[in-house]
């Protein structure tokens, strides 16, 4: 394993322990240097928004969320917290058309309890716009 990419996952482990404690700008720190590290990370850009979207700092999370999937357009998590994001937003047919991909996604992962989440999710998103 390359050096720098071990370094960048000890940041991680960081991060996700200041996130796991609610102390989400520290998490911040953590996970901006494992993506200074290594800034094809996309679970750490996915990481930071989570972070930044806890603070309500939306329009950098949403930021993140984008960067995470331009990395890896599979990170199902990425498309399901930015649908989130977005519907908050109130921009509900940005959020549905997130929604879809990651419901999509979570279906061909076979993440059954995921899938649910995200119909219950899209039928309140329906409901709304």
């Given at each position: 394993?390359?050096?720098n ?40 850009h ?36 930015l ?47």
């Amino acid at each position: 394993m390359n050096d720098n990419i071990g370094i960048s996952i000890d940041y991680m482990r960081f991060g996700w322990f200041y996130t796991f404690k609610g102390d989400y700008n520290r998490a911040i720190e953590y996970y901006r240097e494992a993506i200074r590290i290594n800034p094809d990370d996309a679970a750490a850009h996915y990481n930071l928004g989570s972070a930044l979207q806890n603070l309500e700092r939306y329009d950098e999370a949403e930021e993140e969320y984008r960067e995470a999937i331009r990395i890896n357009p599979d990170l199902a998590e990425a498309h399901a917290n930015l649908s989130i994001l977005l519907l908050k937003a109130k921009r509900p047919e940005d959020a549905k058309k997130e929604f879809e991909i990651a419901k999509e996604l979570f279906e061909k992962q076979g993440r059954e309890a995921d899938v649910k989440k995200m119909e219950e999710l899209l039928a309140n998103t329906q409901e709304a716009g």
